[in-house]
Nanobody, 117 residues
Framework: VQLVESGGGMVQPGGSLRLSCAASGFTFSNHGMIWVRQAPGKGPEWVSG????????YYTDSMKGRFTISRDNAKNTLYLQMNSLKPDDTALYYCARNRRGWLPDYWGQGTQVTVSS
């Protein structure tokens, strides 16, 4: 299993970023997928999840209305569109495969998102 995130960077408050996660080594369309983030000095925080077909999506309350998770099963790619970014969104963002119950079993290496003026 390999998960490779990209798309992170530095953005001003109120800005947007789109993260991508390229998946390989497993049948992507058979698995729910998750985004998790970890801010400096804090533990991991579950951000969002998407079911196998993309029809069901889930978000932590603080991300609802600002973040949109999606997937392209033909391209084996997971996305996270992040709008109205806040300094508190600064973190390392990880793509992960859902094992069961929206808990991850495999993680990528992460992509850094920094929101600062």
């Amino acid at each position: 299993v390999q998960l490779v995130e990209s798309g992170g960077g530095m953005v001003q408050p109120g800005g947007s970023l789109r993260l991508s996660c390229a998946a390989s080594g497993f049948t992507f369309s058979n698995h729910g997928m998750i985004w998790v983030r970890q801010a400096p000095g804090k533990g991991p925080e579950w951000v969002s999840g998407i079911a196998t077909g993309g029809g069901s999506t889930y978000y932590t309350d603080s991300m609802k209305g600002r973040f949109t998770i999606s997937r392209d099963n033909a391209k084996n790619t997971l996305y996270l569109q992040m709008n109205s970014l806040k300094p508190d969104d600064t973190a390392l963002y990880y793509c992960a495969r859902n094992r069961r119950g929206w808990l991850p079993d495999y993680w990528g290496q992460g992509t850094q998102v920094t929101v600062s003026s």
